[in-house]
């Protein structure tokens, strides 16, 4: 197969940051993607309807005046977050879910949860009225290996949370583990997961063999070979529980390249060559619009998009820019470690 027309993608997982450096982002996503749901772990973050309202005109602000992107606007999860807010926010149409960060489980979380129990009004009412909570699955207790955290996080965290409140709509984000594949195939109803592109492309080698590569380290933490397996068997089978969240998360250079750097590995620009490669090594382009663009608006419950987007194979490796340059500093693209030869062309 060297061309491949699919519903225009959507991604349900993307950090646009902002001010110079959205600017300088954002028309990677827009160009590709119809709708993409926005992490709210800005400085300070966004907690209120309010908030979200006002940093959706940012993000409309910054868009290429021809691209048709639509923002879907989240509300990150406080302690001290408002039911009534909360549901102001999804009436209004403005809110598609709610973010939960355990406090301190990755970059700018520490406003996060640290007691479910004080999070459970507000969990209650999203039950209620069937708004998604997202989550950020991994414990953040010193005492649990980093390698562990998204397994520990499943059975201390989030099945008591969904025995408790099997009515919440739960999307696990960024799927990391054979152990997240596992539980969120066991489950009957109201739990989907999704998946990074760089998760099905690299495993825990990419950031410690032959020296340390800032540039692959993002949390949750690329984990071994065997958890990319599982990961690949679970994108690409079809199984509409399962789809694309790019967690996209740019940094500039000297944040990721010091003695302490930033997690996040920014996808965006070649995310969708990256995946058509992922899908064809499988052998399971077949497979591809599903995880890209139909599973997840399923799950959200929204429609399709009616427009389309092609992919040509090229002959020869398509180059792209190893960094975005952006009125904040340099960000390093998302190296796959393989040639590319699916190009979009419209
Ligand atoms: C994200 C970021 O930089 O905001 N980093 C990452 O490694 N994925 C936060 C997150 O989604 O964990
Ligand atoms: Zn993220």
């Not at 960060?101 to 979380?109: L, V």
């Not at 590569?213 to 690329?222: E, F, N, Q, S, T």
């Not at 997840?296 to 929204?302: K, R, S, T, V």
Request: net charge negative; aromatic share 6%.
């Amino acid at each position: 197969m060297t061309e491949l027309t699919l519903r225009r993608p959507d991604d349900w997982h993307l950090h646009l940051r902002d001010g110079e450096m959205l600017k300088g982002v954002i028309a990677d996503s827009s160009r590709h993607f119809a709708r993409a749901i926005i992490m709210p772990n800005l400085v300070p973050p966004v907690v209120t309807t309010e908030d979200a309202a006002a940093y959706r005109e940012r993000i409309v602000a910054a868009l290429p005046a021809a691209d048709r992107f639509q923002p879907l606007m989240t509300l990150y999860l406080t302690e001290h977050t408002d039911p009534d807010d909360v549901e102001k926010g999804k009436q209004s149409g403005l809110i598609t879910a709610v973010k939960l960060y355990p406090a301190g489980a990755t970059t700018n979380s520490h406003s996060g949860v640290r007691d479910m129990e004080k999070a459970m009004p507000v969990l209650e009412r999203m039950a209620k009225i069937g708004l998604p909570l997202c989550v950020h699955g991994e414990v953040t207790s010193p005492e649990v290996d980093i390698f562990d955290r998204e397994a520990v996080f499943i059975e201390t965290v989030l099945d008591p949370l969904r025995r408790r409140l099997p009515e919440l709509r739960i999307t696990m984000e960024h799927v990391t583990t054979q152990d997240g594949i596992d539980y969120i195939k066991s489950s009957k109803a109201n739990l989907a997961g999704s998946i990074t592109t760089h998760h099905l492309i690299i495993n825990r080698n990419a950031i410690l063999v032959g020296g340390i590569r800032p540039h692959y380290y993002c949390l949750p933490v690329a984990k071994r070979e065997s958890h990319r397996v599982a990961l690949r068997a679970a994108a690409i089978s079809g199984d509409p529980r399962f789809f694309l969240g790019t967690d996209s998360a740019p940094h500039v250079d000297p944040l990721k390249e010091c003695a302490c750097g930033c997690a996040g590995i920014y996808s965006s620009l070649n995310t969708l060559s990256c995946l058509a490669h992922v899908f064809e090594e499988e052998g399971a382009l077949d497979k591809f619009e599903a995880f890209t663009s139909l599973n997840g608006p399923a799950w959200y419950g929204l429609p399709a998009n009616e427009e389309t987007i092609t992919l040509v194979r090229r002959a020869e490796p398509i180059e792209f820019p190893p960094k975005r340059m952006t009125g904040a500093g340099s960000v390093t693209v998302f190296d796959p470690m393989f040639p590319l030869h699916w190009d979009v062309v419209s």
